[in-house]
């Protein structure tokens, strides 16, 4: 019997970024850490995703923003079928007839709510489908805006900037390959300029993540040859020796750098080496779409449940 033509996760997820007309999504850095009236750091929404363990809710808030689209009302929204939310978070659908499940449905649903509850988005049913649309970033529940726009003359580490996820995010299938401690720990260096330093015992105050899913975030991010480290030593007035030693990153192709140094960034930052940055990737764009054409058509992973 011949095996049918149907739209799996990468198909799905590729056919409307390429629709967008995009080529990164911008995300504003309160989306990973807020400040309060003193200025003093404190966790963004993204801190709830990872201490809820809620990665395909993280998923499908990524790919809304990514394909959110500008309508006459000045809202950015998206109306599609739940079973499309479905395959584009990996959700398991039978691949002789393409009827997803009823589970990875549920799981949408599941997502929305919690999303709703975060205040990053508002919805309403629209006939068959749900017309999503994007809230604040910062999940105060405001009005969308781009977060981008009254940010000229800013660096990185001054005032609201901006993250700008390349889609090769989930072209090189980067949204499959890493775990939610990687996922979270590539946005919040991404708010970051080159050079930045990210101690393991700030995580939970400044993100609201745990000092050891953030080791791991930046372990796999290393070994996933995402970042790139450098150990600089800096004078400390209460250390026995006069001195701490203490790690400084910046992330690599696709994701980085950044071009601008992180306030953070020691004097003598040299960056990653040519050799590093062209070093062997997992996966590239051709790759990629060479794969989807390949595979075999209506192939997905089962999710596990959340």
Do not use: C
């Not at 949408?108 to 999503?132: A, K, P």
């Not at 090189?172 to 979270?184: G, V, Y």
């Not at 700030?202 to 970042?227: C, I, M």
């Amino acid at each position: 019997m011949q095996t049918r033509e149907i739209a799996d996760q990468q198909y799905t997820i590729e056919h409307y970024l390429e629709r967008s007309n995009r080529k990164t999504l911008p995300l504003d850095r309160r989306f990973v850490q807020r400040r309060d009236e003193n200025n003093r750091p404190g966790p963004g929404p993204l801190g709830e995703f990872v201490r809820r363990s809620r990665e395909t809710a993280l998923d499908q808030y990524l790919w809304l923003h990514a394909v959110a689209s500008s309508n006459n009302e000045g809202e950015f929204d998206v109306r599609l079928p739940a079973a499309t939310w479905a395959r584009a978070i990996g959700g398991y659908f039978d691949p002789e007839t393409g009827v997803v499940e009823p589970a990875a449905l549920h799981a949408v649903s599941r997502n929305w709510r919690l999303l709703q509850e975060f205040g990053l988005i508002d919805r309403q049913r629209v006939g068959r489908r749900v017309r999503v649309w994007l809230l604040a970033d910062d999940g105060s529940g405001d009005p969308y805006e781009h977060p981008g726009e009254g940010t000229e003359g800013k660096t990185l580490d001054d005032g609201p900037g901006y993250i700008q996820l390349p889609y090769a995010y989930w072209y090189d299938h980067w949204h499959e390959h890493l775990s939610l401690a990687a996922k979270a720990v590539l946005l919040i260096a991404m708010a970051a300029g080159d050079g930045f330093a990210l101690p393991y015992a700030k995580f939970p105050d400044w993100y609201g993540v745990s000092a050891s899913t953030g080791e791991r975030g930046l372990t796999e991010l290393r070994e996933g040859n995402l970042l790139h480290r450098e150990q600089h030593r800096r004078p400390d007035t209460e250390s026995p020796v006069g001195f701490s030693d203490v790690y400084h990153y910046e992330l690599l192709p696709p994701f980085g750098p950044r071009n601008a140094l992180s306030k953070s960034a020691p004097p003598f930052w040299s960056g990653p080496s040519k050799a590093k940055v062209s070093g062997k990737r997992r996966r590239t764009n051709r790759s990629a779409k060479a794969s989807r054409k390949t595979a075999t058509p209506g192939r997905t992973r089962r999710r596990r449940s959340e």
